[in-house]
C-alpha cells in the first residue's frame, strides 16, 4: 500500500515559551523530492530532528514510511540522514568513517559508495581530523547515498561544497529520484531547490506558510511588466488584476497578481515604445513569503 | 589592548570556579587538620621515629619531620594530597585551555580578533599560572590564621604553588606537543602519576631515597615546614616552572593552529576491525584508555605491592604506633591486609575516574554533533548507551584486576604475605562503589550530561577525599556516610561487608535505570 513517505500531523516543538515548531501537518509523497525552505531559525532542522527521534514532540507525531518516527529501530531502517555540519570521528580515516556508518546503517550499496568516493574526489585513506567542512560534508553525503535508504533526509547538506561537487550533488539526488527513493531536502539555497524539487513547502516563524509545486508558485505569485511609453502613462491602478504600480524614467513597472489580459486591454492603442515581461524570480517569491520582522 | 584583556577575562571566566574551590577545599583540610592535632595531647619524641621508619606511611603520606606542631603534622598528614590534587587540577585546567579550546574550534573565533596565537598561549599560561598563589595564600592564611609560625606556613605554601606551577607548565607542554586534548591530558597525567609514584617509591624504600630529589613532590618534601624550614628546594621547583613554561612558550611558536609538535601521520591504512556494531565501535574507541590507565593501575599495584612487603612485621611491633595510628583514622592502612584494602580504595577512584571519563565520551559525540551520523542508524539509544557502559565496565573490570595482580606479584616478590585470592578479593570489594558512581555518571547523562564530567569526577574525589580524611576531620556519621568508599569493609583485613554491598549494587542499578531511561527521552543536544 504505497502511502506517503513522509507524514506529519500536527507536529510540534516547543522550547520553554519558544515554538519552533508549530503544528506541522505535511505529507511528502513516495519517490517524491521535495523541498522544504525557510530562513534561518524557521524550523527546519528541528523538524528533522523531529524525523530523526533526535528531539520529542511537544504535540503531534510523524511517520516515515508509515512507521512511527519513535520506532527508531523499525524506522530508521528506512531512511539516510545528511546534517548540515558533519564532525566525524577524528582519529578515524575517511574510509573508516564510511565503514562503520555503512556497517551501523546495515545495508549499503558498496560499489555505489567506491563509485561516489571517486566521484566526489574524497580522499578516503586521509583521516577525518584533516579534512576541510566540505570534504566531511562529502562523506555524510557519500555514506548516506550509500546506504540506498527509501528516504533520504538531508539538512543543507551542500553547505561548504564546491560548485563542482554541489553539481555532482544534484546528480546523486537524480539518481536517487530514478531509482524511487524520496528525498527531503531542507535548504536556504534557492537554486538548488528549483533545479532538484518539484514540490516546496516553506517555513516561516516555526509555521508552514505554503506547499505547492514550483509552477503553482510561478503562477500565484507575481509577474512584473514593464510598459514604456511615448508620453505619459495612463494611471493603471484600478485596472484588473494589478497588484502595484510604479514609474520608472521610461513608463511604468506594473506589477500583476492575476492574468495579464485587462492591462494588455487598458493600454491597448496607446503609444508604446515597448513591452518587457518578466516573471518573478524564485528569490523574489521568497522573500515575499519570508518577510521581514515576523521571523520571531 | 582592549582585545588582550577580553581574551585574558574569557580564560578567567574558565578557571576561576575550579581555583576557588580548590583553594576553598584545600584551606578547609589545612584548617580542620590542624584542629584535630590541637585537639590531641603531645606526642613523644619517639612516636616520631617510628612513624617516619614506617615505610608505608611513609610512602603514602611523605617522610615526616616535625609531628610535634600542629602545622608540621598537617603537612605530613595532608599535605601531600593537597599537593596531588592541585597538581592535577592545574595539569587538567592546561590542557583543557591550552588544547581543549583548540580542539573544539572555540580557539578559531578568538584568534580572528587581534590576538595572535602564540599572545594567546602566553596570555593562558599566565591566567593559568596566576590560580597558582589564589590557592598558596589561600593555605598560608590558614595556616597563619590557626596560629602556625609564619616561617613554615608560608614555606609549605610557597611549595604548593610552584608545585602547581610545574603541572601548569607539564599540562602546557603536553598541549603544544599533542594535538588532541585527551592524548595531552593523559600523556600528563602519565608524568604526573610517574612522579607522585616515584615519590611513593623513594619515600617507602629505604635504598632508593634519592629519587624523590627528581620529583616537585620530593622537593616540597624536604621543604621541611616547621621543621629544618630549608628553602633551597624552592629553587628547584621555581627553575622547574620557568624551564617548562619557557618550553611551552617556545613550542607554541613551532606549531599550527589545532596541530602538536607530535603529529601522527595524517593517512593511515584501513583496519576495518571494530568498527561493526556500537559495542564494538566502543570497545575500539576505548583501546587506548586501557592501554594507559591499565599501564597506570599496573604501576601502581607494583608500587602498593612492593611498599606492603617491605613492612609486613612493621606494626605488630609497635603498641604506640597502632595507638596513635588509630587516633588519626590510620589504624587499617598498618596491618597488610588493611593496607591493601586501603590501598585498593585508592585504585578504585582511578577506576572510578576512569568509568567517567570514559562515559563523557558519549556527551562528547552529542556535544560535538557525532551523534548526528550515528544515531540515523536504526539502533536505539539504549543500545548505544549499554555499549558506552559495557565498554566501559569491562575496561574497568581488567584494569583493576591488573592491579590486583600487580600488587600480588610485588608482594610475592618481596616475600610478602598475601594470597592471590586476597589481592583479587581486595579489589573486587570495592566494584560497588564503582557501580555507584557508574550510576551516578549514568543518570549524569540522562539528566545534566554537561555535568557529567565535573559531576562525576567531582563526586568521586570528594568521597575519595570524604573517606580518607573524614574521620581525622571528625566529619559528621551522615557526611561520611555519603562517600560510597566509606561503606567498603578493608577486605583482605575484614570480611566483605556485604550488606552495604547489596545497598550499594541496588542504589546504583536504580541510578543505572533512571538514566537509560532519562537519556532515551530527552532531546539530543545537537
Not at chain 2, 42 to 61: F, K, Q, V
Not at chain 2, 353 to 361: D, E, F, H, I, K
Request: with cysteine; proline share 5%.
Amino acid at each position: 500500500m504505497p502511502g506517503p513517505a513522509i507524514r506529519t500531523i500536527g507536529l510540534t516543538k516547543r522550547f520553554g515559551a519558544l515554538t519552533a515548531l508549530d503544528a506541522l501537518t505535511l505529507d511528502v509523497e513516495d519517490g517524491e523530492v521535495f523541498g522544504f525552505l525557510g530562513p534561518n531559525g524557521a524550523g527546519k532542522s528541528t523538524t528533522l530532528r523531529l524525523l530523526l527521534g533526535f528531539i520529542r514532540a511537544s504535540a503531534g507525531s510523524a511517520e516515515i514510511k508509515g512507521i512511527d518516527t519513535r520506532d527508531i529501530e523499525a524506522c530508521h531502517k528506512h531512511l539516510a540522514y545528511v546534517p548540515g555540519d558533519v564532525s566525524l570521528w577524528p582519529k578515524l580515516t575517511g574510509e573508516e568513517c564510511l565503514e562503520l556508518l555503512g556497517n551501523l546503517h546495515g545495508a549499503v550499496d558498496r560499489d555505489y559508495r567506491s563509485q561516489l568516493v571517486e566521484r566526489f574526489a574524497l580522499e578516503p585513506e586521509k583521516r577525518a581530523r584533516t579534512y576541510s567542512k566540505g570534504n566531511r560534508q562529502k562523506v555524510a553525503l557519500i555514506a548516506a547515498f550509500s546506504t540506498r535508504a527509501e528516504v533520504l533526509l538531508l539538512d543543507e547538506p551542500t553547505s561548504g561544497l564546491d560548485p563542482l561537487m554541489e553539481k555532482e550533488f544534484r546528480r546523486c539526488v537524480d539518481e536517487a529520484k530514478a531509482r524511487g527513493q524520496t528525498v527531503f531536502l531542507s535548504s536556504h539555497i534557492l537554486s538548488e531547490v528549483e533545479h532538484l524539487c518539484a514540490r516546496v513547502g516553506i517555513l516561516r516563524a516555526g509555521k508552514l506558510v505554503e506547499v505547492a509545486s514550483i509552477d503553482q508558485l510561478r503562477a500565484m505569485r507575481s509577474t512584473e511588466l514593464d510598459i514604456d511609453f511615448d508620453g505619459p502613462p495612463p494611471d493603471l491602478r484600478a485596472v484588473e488584476g494589478v497588484a502595484q504600480v510604479e514609474s520608472t524614467p521610461t513608463g511604468v513597472r506594473v506589477t500583476l497578481n492575476g492574468p495579464p489580459g485587462p492591462v494588455l486591454k487598458a493600454i491597448d492603442g496607446l503609444p508604446l515604445t515597448a513591452v518587457r515581461s518578466q516573471e518573478a524570480s524564485l528569490e523574489e517569491i521568497f522573500l515575499a513569503y519570508y518577510g521581514d520582522g515576523d521571523r520571531a | 589592548m582592549s582585545a588582550t584583556r577580553a581574551v585574558t577575562r574569557l580564560t578567567v571566566r574558565q578557571v576561576r570556579v575550579g581555583a576557588i574551590v580548590l583553594s576553598l577545599v584545600s584551606a578547609t583540610f589545612v584548617a580542620s587538620t590542624v584542629k584535630a592535632r590541637e585537639a590531641t595531647e603531645a606526642i613523644t619524641p619517639g612516636l616520631i621515629e617510628d612513624l617516619a621508619s614506617n615505610p608505608a606511611l611513609r610512602a603514602l603520606y611523605g617522610t615526616p619531620f616535625d609531628l610535634s606542631t600542629p602545622g608540621g603534622f598537617t603537612v605530613w598528614r595532608v599535605g601531600m594530597f593537597l599537593a596531588g590534587a592541585a597538581a592535577l587540577w592545574a595539569m587538567l585546567a592546561a590542557t583543557r585551555i591550552l588544547r581543549g579550546e583548540e580542539e573544539a574550534g572555540r580557539a578559531e573565533l578568538v584568534l580572528t580578533g587581534p590576538v595572535t596565537r602564540p599572545r594567546l598561549t602566553d596570555l593562558s599560561l599566565l591566567v593559568l599560572g596566576a590560580t597558582t598563589p589564589l590557592v598558596g595564600v589561600c593555605v598560608a592564611l590558614t595556616f597563619i590564621g590557626t596560629a602556625q609560625a609564619v616561617t613554615g606556613s608560608v614555606l609549605y605554601s610557597a611549595g604548593l604553588m610552584l608545585v602547581m606551577l610545574d603541572f601548569v607548565g607539564v599540562g602546557g607542554v603536553a598541549s603544544q606537543l599533542f594535538g588532541q586534548r585527551r592524548r595531552a591530558s593523559g600523556a600528563a597525567g602519565l608524568v604526573l602519576g610517574g612522579v607522585f609514584l616515584t615519590r611513593m617509591v623513594a619515600d617507602g624504600s629505604s635504598g632508593l631515597r634519592w629519587l624523590r630529589w627528581f620529583t616537585p613532590f620530593g622537593w616540597l618534601e624536604e621543604l621541611r615546614p616547621f621543621a629544618d624550614n630549608r628553602f633551597l628546594p624552592l629553587l628547584l621547583l621555581g627553575a622547574t616552572a620557568v624551564i617548562l613554561l619557557a618550553v611551552a612558550v617556545a613550542l607554541s611558536r613551532r606549531r599550527d593552529l589545532g596541530d602538536g609538535i607530535v603529529s601522527d601521520r595524517d593517512e593511515a591504512e584501513m583496519r576495518p576491525r571494530l568498527l561493526r556494531a556500537p559495542l564494538s565501535f566502543q570497545w575500539r574507541q576505548g583501546l587506548t584508555g586501557l592501554l594507559g590507565w591499565g599501564f597506570a593501575l599496573f604501576a601502581t599495584g607494583l608500587v602498593f605491592g612492593g611498599i606492603l612487603g617491605a613492612f609486613t612485621e612493621y606494626i605488630a611491633k609497635n603498641p604506640d604506633v597502632q595507638k596513635f595510628m588509630q587516633r588519626f583514622g590510620l589504624h587499617e592502612v598498618a596491618t597488610p591486609g588493611g593496607f591493601v584494602g586501603s590501598m585498593d580504595v585508592f585504585a578504585a577512584m582511578a577506576v572510578a575516574l576512569y568509568v567517567v571519563t570514559s562515559l563523557n565520551r558519549v556527551w562528547e559525540d552529542e556535544q560535538e554533533r557525532r551523534v548526528e551520523l550515528s544515531y540515523p542508524a536504526p539502533i536505539t539509544r539504549p543500545r548505544w548507551l549499554g555499549a558506552s557502559v559495557l565498554s566501559a565496565v569491562a575496561v574497568g573490570v581488567l584494569i583493576s584486576c591488573g592491579c590486583a595482580v600487580a600488587t600480588w606479584l610485588a608482594v610475592v616478590a618481596a616475600n610478602g604475605d598475601l594470597s592471590f585470592a586476597d589481592a583479587l578479593a581486595g579489589i573486587a570489594n570495592t566494584f560497588p562503589a564503582i557501580a555507584m558512581f557508574l550510576g551516578v555518571a549514568v543518570m549524569l547523562l540522562g539528566i545534566r550530561p554537561d555535568l557529567e564530567r565535573s559531576g562525576g569526577g567531582g563526586f568521586v574525589v570528594g568521597a575519595l577525599a570524604v573517606s580518607v580524611f573524614g574521620p581525622l576531620m571528625h566529619l559528621p556519621d551522615w557526611v561520611l556516610d555519603l562517600s560510597p568508599f566509606h561503606h567498603l569493609a578493608a577486605v583482605p583485613a575484614q570480611p566483605v561487608d556485604w550488606g552495604s554491598a547489596v545497598v550499594l549494587c541496588t542504589l546504583a542499578l536504580a541510578l543505572l535505570a533512571g538514566g537509560f531511561v532519562t537519556y532515551t527521552r530527552r532531546d539530543l543536544r545537537v
